[in-house]
C-alpha cells in the first residue's frame, strides 16, 4: 500500500520539480577541451550543462535520451557558411545561393555558424534582421571587406574596400561578429599582382582586433602563399580552402593560385608547415570544388590537419560532393585523419579560433550545444573534383541539441518524446541569438 502511494506521487510530480530538463545516458562522449573520451551521462539543465558523470539517475530528468552506442560531442562550429538567403542581391550577398540556417545546420549536428564574409559592412545589418535574427542556430559573421559583402559585382574592386568602416562595424556588434573576410580577389591590368586588398583586410582586423581569413583570389603572377602566411599573417589568421587551389601553379604555371601540397614530391611544402606551427590557422571550406584528395591525401598522410573543418555551404555545394558535416567529417576520416582530431577540428579549435572559448565544448555551466552521432560502419563512398575514396565508417546525427532544447532527433531515442511547437518567426529588430 504504501508502495502504491509512494510511486503515485512520483507520478504526478511535474516535470519542472525534475532536477534536470535532459539527461543523456550511456554515450561515449568526446569533448577535447575537457580531454573526455569515455562512456559518461550528461545532465542539462536551464539550457546548460548541469553535470557530466559516470551515472547519473535517470529518472532526475523530465526527458531521457538513450544514447548507448553513440558518440556524444559539443554541437559542432562550421566556421565556413554563406547563410545571406534573400532575392535583392548578387553572389553569395542577400541572394539565392544563400541557404536559411536552421534547415541546414541542425540535421547535420551543427549548433553554431560562421558565415565567411557574405555580408560587409554595408548590408550587415540587413543580414541581422534577415539571418541572424530569424535562426535558433547560433550565428556569427566574417565581414567581407568589401563593404557590401559577397556581391560578385564588386569583389575585385579595391574602391569598394573600407577597413574603417568594416571594423567600426565589427565594433559595433561584436556579439555577432567574429572576423574579416578577403574572398575571390582577382585584379586585371596594374592589380593584376597585388597585396593591396590582403592589406586592407589585415588593417581592419587590426583595427577591431578581430582575425581575418583569406579565400586567395588568382594573380599573374601568383602571389606566393610564403609570403602570405609568413609575413602578412598575424598568428591565427586564416587561410580557407587549404586543401584546394591549382596544384601546377608554380610548376608548369605562373598564374593563378598556390597550392600547399607539392603534388611533384606529394610534400606539404615546408612554409606552410611552418606557418601552422607559428599559429596560422587552416580551413577546409570544402565548398564545391575547394577540396582536392590531390592535396589533402598526402596532406592527412603526412599529420599536416585541418586546423578548422568547415563545408563552405551554400546552394553549389550542399548536393554536391560536400553534402554537410558529418560527410566531410567521415570522409577526412577515410583519408587517415583520427576520429578524435576529426572531432577536435569541427568543434573546440573553431572555437579558439573566433575567439569564444565558451563554445565548442561540454563544461559544466556552458550553453547546452550537444551533438549526438552514430558511427556506422561499413563501406562508404567519399568524391571529390578529382577523385573518389572509399572508407570504413560514416557519422549520422541521431541528435542535435541548442541551448538545452532537441532541435533534430532522427530515430526517436527521447523519452518521453516531445514534438517542440515549430518557432515562429519573429517580427524584426527583435533579436532572439545571443
Ligand atoms: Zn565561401
Same mark, same amino acid.
Given at each position: ?22 539527461? %543523456?545516458?550511456?554515450? +561515449? ?38 544514447a548507448?552506442? #553513440? ?5 559542432? %562550429?562550421?566556421? +565556413?557558411? +554563406?547563410? =545571406? ?20 545546420? =541542425? ?7 560562421? !558565415? ?16 541572424? !535574427? ?9 565581414? *567581407? ?7 560578385? @559585382? ?5 574602391? &569598394?574596400?573600407?577597413?574603417k568602416?568594416?571594423?567600426?562595424? /565589427?565594433?559595433?556588434?561584436?556579439? &555577432? ?15 593584376? &599582382? ?19 581569413m583569406?579565400?586567395?583570389?588568382s ?20 587561410y580557407? &580552402?587549404? =586543401? ?17 601540397? !607539392? ?8 612554409? /606552410?608547415?611552418? /606557418? ?16 582536392? =584528395? ?14 578548422? %573543418?568547415?563545408?563552405?555551404l +551554400? ?8 553534402? *554537410?558535416?558529418? *560527410?566531410? #567529417?567521415?570522409?577526412?576520416?577515410? #583519408? ?19 575567439? @569564444? ?13 550537444? /551533438?549526438?552521432?552514430?558511427? @556506422? ?21 541521431e ?9 533534430y532527433?532522427?530515430?526517436? %531515442?527521447?523519452?518521453?518524446?516531445i514534438?517542440?511547437?515549430?518557432? @515562429?518567426?519573429?517580427?524584426? *529588430? ?5
Amino acid at each position: 500500500m504504501l508502495f502504491i502511494l509512494c510511486s503515485g506521487a512520483i507520478a504526478q510530480q511535474s516535470e519542472s520539480e525534475k532536477p534536470y530538463s535532459i539527461v %543523456i545516458k550511456g554515450g +561515449h562522449v568526446i569533448d577535447p577541451k575537457n580531454n573526455l573520451d569515455a562512456v559518461m551521462d550528461i545532465a542539462i539543465k536551464d539550457g546548460k550543462i548541469a553535470a557530466i558523470a559516470k551515472t547519473i539517475d535517470g529518472t532526475q530528468g523530465a526527458q531521457l535520451v538513450n544514447a548507448k552506442g #553513440m558518440y556524444i560531442t559539443p554541437g559542432l %562550429i562550421d566556421l +565556413h557558411v +554563406h547563410f =545571406f538567403w534573400g532575392q535583392d542581391g548578387s553572389g553569395y550577398m542577400n541572394a539565392r545561393a544563400g541557404l536559411p540556417a536552421d534547415g541546414f545546420t =541542425f540535421p547535420a549536428g551543427v549548433t553554431t555558424v560562421v !558565415d565567411a564574409g557574405s555580408p560587409g559592412w554595408k548590408s550587415f545589418e540587413l543580414y541581422k534582421k534577415q539571418t541572424i !535574427d530569424q535562426s535558433q542556430t547560433r550565428v556569427l559573421a566574417m565581414l *567581407n571587406i568589401v563593404s557590401e559583402g559577397m556581391d560578385s @559585382r564588386n569583389e575585385s574592386d579595391i574602391e &569598394h574596400m573600407d577597413p574603417k568602416s568594416t571594423a567600426e562595424m /565589427a565594433k559595433k556588434y561584436p556579439e &555577432h561578429i567574429v572576423g574579416v573576410k578577403l574572398a575571390h580577389f582577382s585584379g586585371r591590368g596594374p592589380l593584376a &599582382h597585388s597585396w593591396i586588398p590582403t592589406d586592407l583586410a589585415l588593417e581592419a582586423g587590426k583595427l577591431a582586433n578581430i582575425p581575418i581569413m583569406v579565400d586567395f583570389g588568382s594573380a599573374t603572377p601568383y602571389l606566393p602563399l610564403d609570403s602570405l602566411f609568413n609575413v602578412k599573417f598575424r598568428p591565427g589568421d586564416m587561410y580557407t &580552402h587549404a =586543401f584546394g587551389g591549382n596544384p601546377e601553379v608554380g610548376l608548369t604555371s605562373q598564374s593563378g593560385r598556390e597550392s600547399i601540397v !607539392d603534388v611533384s614530391t606529394k610534400k606539404v611544402k615546408e612554409y /606552410a608547415v611552418r /606557418a601552422q606551427k607559428r599559429g596560422v590557422i587552416f580551413d577546409v571550406g570544402f565548398g564545391g570544388s575547394s577540396f582536392l =584528395f590531390s592535396q589533402g591525401i598526402p596532406a592527412i598522410k603526412s599529420g599536416f590537419y585541418p586546423n578548422s %573543418i568547415s563545408t563552405d555551404l +551554400h546552394t553549389g555545394s550542399m548536393n554536391n560532393a560536400m553534402k *554537410n558535416m558529418p *560527410n566531410i #567529417m567521415s570522409l577526412f576520416m577515410a #583519408m587517415g585523419m583520427p576520429f578524435k582530431e576529426v572531432i577536435k577540428a569541427s568543434t573546440w579549435n573553431p572555437a579558439q579560433q573566433i575567439k @569564444r572559448p565558451e563554445l565548442g565544448n561540454l563544461s559544466i555551466g556552458s550553453e547546452a550545444d550537444v /551533438a549526438i552521432f552514430t558511427l @556506422r560502419k561499413g563501406k562508404f563512398g567519399y568524391y571529390a573534383r578529382d577523385g573518389k575514396i572509399s572508407g570504413k565508417d560514416r557519422l549520422e546525427t541521431e541528435m542535435t541539441i541548442r541551448a538545452g532544447k532537441i532541435v533534430y532527433n532522427l530515430n526517436a %531515442i527521447a523519452e518521453p518524446n516531445i514534438i517542440q511547437a515549430p518557432p @515562429r518567426p519573429r517580427p524584426a *529588430n527583435t533579436p532572439s541569438n545571443p
